[in-house]
């Protein structure tokens, strides 16, 4: 199982950024994947994670209607479209992925047993 993120940048305040999670190794309708990000000095916590029937997603309070996670299933990408972004978005944002999680444990990082590289983002003004 491996994945690769990218598409981060640096942008201005309301900007957006489509960030990229490329799986292999696995196919992706039989995992969970979450994005998560980690500012300096802070714990790593969950952002978006969309299930393995891609049927259920979740947002953490601080993105909901800014940003909207997909898949393209026959690609084995996940994307995180980031809208509205803000300064306390930035951090280096990293895709994973976890077998058999139930809606109430997809935005705990222990339980990803897989984690690509982080795509740093930063929003300045």
């Known amino acids: 199982v491996q994945l690769q993120a990218s598409g981060g940048g640096s942008v201005q305040p309301g900007g957006s950024l489509r960030l990229s999670c490329e799986a292999s190794?696995?196919?992706?309708?039989?995992?969970?994947i979450g994005w998560f990000h980690q500012a300096p000095g802070k714990e790593r916590e969950a952002v978006s994670c969309?299930?393995?029937?891609?049927?259920?997603?979740y947002y953490a309070d601080s993105v909901k209607g800014r940003f909207t996670i997909s898949r393209d299933i026959a690609k084995k990408v996940v994307f995180l479209q980031m809208n509205s972004l803000r300064s306390d978005d930035t951090a280096v944002y990293y895709c994973?992925?976890?077998?058999?999680?139930?809606?109430?444990?997809?935005?705990?990082?222990?339980?990803?047993?897989?984690w690509g590289q982080g795509t740093q983002v930063t929003v300045y003004s």
């Open positions: 190794g696995f196919t992706l309708d039989d995992y969970t």
């Open positions: 969309i299930s393995a029937s891609g049927g259920s997603t």
């Open positions: 994973a992925a976890a077998l058999g999680l139930i809606a109430s444990t997809v935005s705990d990082p222990g339980r990803y047993a897989h």
